[in-house]
């Protein structure tokens, strides 16, 4: 396979086959960036699993050759030091302050309120013939739940959703900087109110946290509480839209659901490694020259690590293409691994499990024949910014009939259903 770019229609809408290609041909892929530089892109498991927690590369972009920004937009100077781009000391600082708020004990707390939460969207959803399952569900769901969290005022809190919808679906740079911008000055100025009047809200306890024992700056404190928003919406976004086509797709794995609600903790994992809503881990930056499976790779090149190749790689999981709850052992990596493995893990877990429970008692929904689902245009995300489904009280859940499924399922309508 030769140096190229590996974002063209195909990729956007089904990467497994390449992804497959390449961890037969090339399983270390050089990519020629714009700028001249290269760009790494690692696909099979093992060599995913052990990159991640190599410290021969740093998410550090102090140490890249490359002039191009890695996250997708520019970030201001506060934010620019956060969990997924300081290593070592710092890094360990940073999560070990944080940390406390995402315990599994704690995240349990929250269910009961998401479950609240989850509900009144989907009590809305089943009052509409038709609706977009992203803009009216699957972003309002986590947002919600993030703004809880931070303690964002109900006044802020539409143009919060305004801003935040523009971050999670829009892939044009000046778009993207202009709600990056807003978030931001947002937070700041919620940490500035909350220091004059603390609340019951986490950014109250960060704040005074921050301010008794000076565990980290007050530029470390935006850039974690933006990140937690950005990252936790963004993340939980996707893996709903990927969940709810998934099981579209698989209408007997629904029913089985409907009939057994006890499995849905180990549908979410499975779904989780099969879809990969976070198709990539955060660049790495190599320190110095080395060699990872048997690819030269120089000093300041990026490296790409692909967590939807890793879960998809025969080595480790049967069967990878497969939709199998319950499979043992499930060590997917869809939550990265190591030392940046995802701090929210617990709370994106509740949401997903709540999600899917309140989606499958729907009546309906199905795809909409005429609108397909709208790809997200990302190398480092997988997912929808747009998942239209009409909603109608005759209707079960069922293979679209639109001849559009699941990313990995996206087959020609009179195609066979694939072998569970």
């Known amino acids: 396979m030769k ?15 390449t992804l497959a290609r390449l ?5 270390v892929h050089r990519l020629q960036q714009a700028d001249g530089t290269a760009l790494w892109f690692v696909t099979r498991e093992p060599d995913v699993r052990t990159a991640l927690m190599d410290r021969r590369l740093t998410v550090d972009p102090v140490h890249s050759r490359s002039d191009r920004g890695h996250s997708g937009f520019s970030l201001p100077g506060p934010l620019r030091e956060n ?15 944080a940390a406390p708020a995402f315990s599994a004990r704690r995240a349990e707390t929250w269910r009961e309120r998401i479950r609240s939460t989850t509900a009144r969207l989907a009590a809305g959803l089943a009052t509409r013939p038709s609706a977009d399952l992203i803009a009216d569900f699957a972003i309002p769901l986590p ?18 959703a305004e801003w935040t919808t523009a971050m999670v679906t829009h892939d044009r740079h000046q778009q993207l900087d202009a709600a990056v911008h807003h978030v931001h000055g947002l937070i700041a100025r919620l940490i500035h109110a909350r220091r004059r009047q603390p609340g019951p809200d986490l950014l109250s306890t960060w704040v005074t946290a921050r301010d008794t024992h000076q565990h980290i700056s007050d530029d470390e404190l935006v850039s974690l509480a933006f990140q937690i928003w950005w990252a936790g919406i963004e993340n939980v976004t996707h893996a709903i839209g990927h969940g709810i086509l998934l099981l579209l797709d698989h209408p007997h794995q629904a029913d089985a659901l409907r009939a057994e609600p006890g499995r849905m903790a180990a549908t979410v994992e499975e779904l989780l490694r099969r879809t990969a809503p976070t198709a990539t881990a955060a660049p ?18 990026t490296v790409v690590l692909s967590l939807a190749s890793a879960n998809r790689d025969p080595a480790p ?15 997917h990596l869809a939550f990265g691994h190591g030392p940046h493995y ?22 309906g929904p199905a795809l909409t024949p005429d609108r397909p689902p709208r790809c997200r245009n990302s190398m480092r995300l997988h997912g929808f910014d747009e998942l239209p489904v ?4 005759h209707l079960r859940p069922s293979p679209p009939s639109s001849g559009f499924h699941s990313f990995d399922g996206m087959r020609q309508a009179n195609s066979p259903e694939p072998e569970l």
């Open 3 to 17: 140096n190229g770019t590996l974002q063209n229609a195909t990729w956007i809408v089904d990467p497994y086959p």
């Open 317 to 331: 999981h049967t069967l990878p293409d497969r939709f199998t709850p319950g499979r043992l052992p499930s060590r």
């Open 83 to 97: 969990l997924l781009t300081l290593d070592g000391k710092a890094h360990a600082r940073l999560r070990r302050f």
């Open 284 to 301: 790495r930056f190599a320190r110095h020259d080395l060699t990872l499976a048997g690819a030269r790779i120089r000093a300041g090149d």
């Open 342 to 363: 995802c701090p929210g893990t617990a709370l994106a877990r509740i949401q997903l499990q709540t999600a899917l429970e309140y989606l499958l008692h729907l009546p």
């Open 143 to 160: 947002l919600t739940v993030a703004a809880d969290l931070l303690g964002v005022p109900a006044a802020h809190r539409p143009a919060l």
């Open 390 to 393: 009409t909603i109608a009280s």
């Open 23 to 27: 961890r037969a041909q090339a399983p």
